[in-house]
T-cell receptor
Framework: DAGITQSPRHKVTETGTPVTLRCHQT?????MYWYRQDPGHGLRLIHY???????DKGEVSDGYSVSRSKTEDFLLTLESATSSQTSVYFC????????????FGPGTRLTVT | DAKTTQPTSMDCAEGRAANLPCNHS???????VYWYRQIHSQGPQYIIH???NNETNEMASLIITEDRKSSTLILPHATLRDTAVYYC??????????????FGEGTQLTVNP
């Protein structure tokens, strides 16, 4: 299995609080992604990174920010959590040359009450 | 991206080969066929991809017809742990990032004891 970990694995938080999810990889892959997965919506890309300090928005980026200060870490921050952000969040990585060959982390289940 | 069609569900006996079909009749010459699966509550898992030659790795074999309009993913000796939703997607190989992975409905494979 690709060396990808996510923390925390489960979190319950209140509306309006900031939340940061962490993705850590040991594969030295260039590209990292944050997705959310909800019933009826499938997998949706939030943000992605193509290198240290290089990030860009995906299709559902509103309300989320990211940072990548090191190759191995990609952080996803919900500045002020809302109930609509209750979801399962997956981090993925891919190496240079085939960006559709992505390897996913175990996921973080976030509940915003 | 070419549209893909997969059966909604399939059953397979443990220890037997599982053959999962995918139709992609509008595939273009530079599009690859990718297979992923998602076991309940886990992150998606990359399985294999190919262009026109048959491919095999430690997880599965991918058979692509000569006209490339369809393919079959073969799990040679299915186990209970192979019970999952299997997704066939068709994409142009991209070296750059921002490659949003999207899944259709997929095939629910149930491996029975």
């Amino acid at each position: 299995d690709a060396g990808i970990t996510q923390s925390p694995r489960h979190k319950v938080t209140e509306t309006g609080t900031p939340v940061t999810l962490r993705c850590h990889q040991t594969e030295n892959h260039r590209y990292m992604y944050w997705y959310r997965q909800d019933p009826g919506h499938g997998l949706r890309l939030i943000h992605y990174s193509y290198g240290v300090k290089d990030t860009d928005k995906g299709e559902v980026s509103d309300g989320y920010s990211v940072s990548r200060s090191k190759t191995e870490d990609f952080l996803l921050t919900l500045e002020s959590a809302t109930s609509s952000q209750t979801s399962v969040y997956f981090c993925a990585i891919s190496g240079y040359g085939n960006s559709y060959e992505q390897y996913f982390g175990p996921g973080t289940r976030l509940t915003v009450t | 991206d070419a549209k893909t069609t997969q059966p909604t569900s399939m059953d397979c006996a443990e220890g037997r080969a599982a053959n999962l079909p995918c139709n992609h009749s509008t595939i273009s010459g530079n599009e690859y066929v990718y297979w992923y699966r998602q076991i309940h509550s886990q992150g998606p898992q990359y399985i294999i991809h190919g262009l026109k030659n048959n491919e095999t790795n430690e997880m599965a074999s991918l058979i692509i017809t000569e006209d490339r309009k369809s393919s079959t993913l073969i799990l040679p000796h299915a186990t209970l742990r192979d019970t999952a939703v299997y997704y066939c997607i068709v994409r142009v190989l991209k070296e750059t990032s921002g490659s949003r992975l999207t899944f259709g409905e997929g095939t629910q494979l149930t491996v029975n004891p």
